[in-house]
């Protein structure tokens, strides 16, 4: 209800890949191997609807967004229409992250069983449960597919079409089959992003950014009143 502008969830994902000897450095990610930054958009259905594959490991993840949107993805959005992406990506109008310094991750509410005290925890978690939908079938297609985690020799360009095949893969299966069983068992990864400041610059134009941190508050502060409302009623 609260994020009814959502449009689906964005993330990148490493995925193994063979590269020449010169290119290691480049293909060679922060965990230390050797990888391509795929971005993956999926909607609230759990398939996907876009991929960008191709990009070394090295690349940052709002790096590989601006591509996409620069190739035209983003490009059908409509007025109030947005994405669900993580702090590794900047506060914009089309991208909606959670609050910084801030508990996050669904492992990290697992941990614990207070119940959120802020009104920008509860924005966190309730984030953070939606946008899990793209860890989840990043887990899928990776548990689904061995050739994502073992690639051959194959030249680069070709690994990259692997990845969108299965990917079109997945959303054949998805649509036809629909078991829920099989996302159940994915949920965080830990493929967060790096810290970015420029994030809120979309199709070449920055946004204010006091005006996107009055837009995130009043959706928190909305929440936040209704879950104080719910809890009121709870108690009497």
Same mark, same amino acid.
């Given at each position: 209800?609260?994020?009814?502008?959502?449009?689906?969830?964005?993330?990148?994902?490493?995925? $193994?890949? $063979?590269?020449?000897?010169n290119?290691? $450095?480049n293909?060679?990610n922060?965990k230390?191997?050797?990888?391509?930054?795929?971005?993956?958009?999926?909607?609230? /259905?759990?398939?996907?609807?876009?991929?960008?594959?191709?990009?070394?490991?090295?690349?940052?993840d709002?790096?590989?967004?601006?591509?996409?949107?620069?190739?035209g993805?983003?490009?059908?959005?409509? /007025?109030?229409?947005?994405?669900?992406a993580?702090?590794?990506?900047?506060?914009?109008?089309?991208?909606?992250?959670?609050?910084?310094?801030?508990?996050?991750?669904?492992k990290?509410?697992? $941990?614990?069983?207070?119940?959120?005290?802020?009104?920008?925890?509860?924005?966190?978690?309730?984030?953070?449960?939606?946008?899990?939908?793209?860890?989840?079938?990043?887990?899928?297609?990776?548990n689904?597919?061995?050739?994502?985690?073992?690639?051959?020799?194959?030249?680069?360009?070709?690994?990259?079409?692997?990845?969108?095949?299965?990917?079109?893969?997945?959303?054949?299966?998805?649509?036809?089959?629909?078991?829920?069983?099989?996302?159940?068992?994915?949920?965080?990864?830990?493929?967060s992003? /790096?810290?970015?400041?420029?994030?809120?610059?979309?199709?070449?134009?920055?946004?204010? /950014?006091?005006?996107?941190?009055?837009?995130r508050?009043?959706?928190?502060?909305?929440?936040?009143?209704?879950?104080?409302?719910?809890?009121?009623?709870?108690?009497?």
């Open positions: 209800m609260h994020f009814k502008g959502a449009v689906g969830a964005l993330d990148g994902t490493h995925i $193994k890949v $063979k590269v020449p000897e290119e290691h $450095k293909y060679r922060r230390q191997f050797l990888s391509t930054n795929v971005l993956g958009v999926c909607n609230f /259905d759990l398939t996907f609807s876009y991929c960008l594959a191709g990009w070394e490991g090295s690349a940052h709002s790096q590989v967004l601006r591509d996409a949107i620069f190739r993805f983003m490009r059908d959005l409509v /007025d109030g229409e947005y994405y669900l993580d702090a590794g990506y900047g506060l914009s109008l089309r991208t909606l992250t959670p609050f910084r310094g801030v508990r996050y991750h669904l990290e509410w697992e $941990k614990g069983d207070r119940r959120p005290e802020t009104m920008e925890e509860l924005f966190n978690l309730r984030h953070a449960s939606l946008r899990n939908v793209v860890e989840r079938i990043f887990g899928v297609i990776k689904r597919f061995p050739v994502l985690e073992k690639m051959h020799c194959w030249s680069l360009e070709f690994q990259s079409d692997i990845i969108l095949a299965c990917m079109c893969i997945h959303n054949f299966i998805r649509r036809n089959q629909g078991y829920e069983d099989e996302y159940d068992e994915w949920s965080d990864d830990d493929n992003g /790096d810290d970015s400041d420029d994030g809120n610059v979309v199709n070449g134009a920055r946004e204010n /950014d006091a005006d996107l941190q009055a837009w508050n009043d959706i928190a502060r909305k929440m936040w009143c209704d879950y104080e409302q719910y809890r009121s009623n709870r108690t009497h």
